[in-house]
């Protein structure tokens, strides 16, 4: 099962929209594998946002993800990278599919709510830097069978 993490960075938090993001991905089917409320540390948003150092808004974005809390979440199901991102919407919210949460919640790409891992790699690798493997919860539902086809 592939696994995405999801987090509501901190515009999406201050606007209180954690529950539209749960909810869309929640009804897309996916299921939630572990959550947490955090203050991101200087040293996690460097290490997240690596492989953007260098860039010109490389600064500007380890501000923002630090300026505060983030909700936190690792979600999964079958093509759940593909999904989660389309449930998002393009990086550029004036470029997201209409019915996004990018689209239907944000104008700009530095206040532009949410992270999602881009590959299946790069979700085991985020989810590892995120979470403790005792905060990952093994779980089915009973609605599974019903939602996922295998
Ligand atoms: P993604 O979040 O859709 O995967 P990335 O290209 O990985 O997009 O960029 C990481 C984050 O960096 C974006 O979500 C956005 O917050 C920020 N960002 C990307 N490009 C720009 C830019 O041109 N100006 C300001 N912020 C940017
Ligand atoms: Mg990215």
Do not use: C
């Amino acid at each position: 099962m592939e696994r995405s993490l999801v987090l509501v960075k901190p515009d999406g938090v201050q606007r209180g929209l954690v529950g539209e993001v749960v909810a869309r991905l929640e009804r897309r089917g996916l299921r939630l594998v572990a959550a947490k409320f955090l203050a991101v540390s200087q040293e996690l948003a460097e290490t997240h946002y690596a492989i953007h150092k260098g860039k010109p808004f490389y600064e500007g974005l380890i501000a923002y993800i630090t300026s505060a809390p983030v909700m936190a979440m690792v979600w999964e199901g079958p093509n759940a990278v593909a999904a989660i991102r389309q449930t998002m919407g393009a990086t550029r919210p004036t470029e997201a599919a209409p019915g996004s949460l990018r689209h239907d919640f944000a104008l700009e790409v530095g206040r532009n709510l949410t992270h999602a891992s881009d590959s299946a790699e790069n979700g085991e690798k985020e989810v590892a830097l995120w979470f403790k493997p005792e905060e990952l919860v093994d779980w089915t539902r009973e609605v599974d069978r019903w939602v996922f086809e295998k």
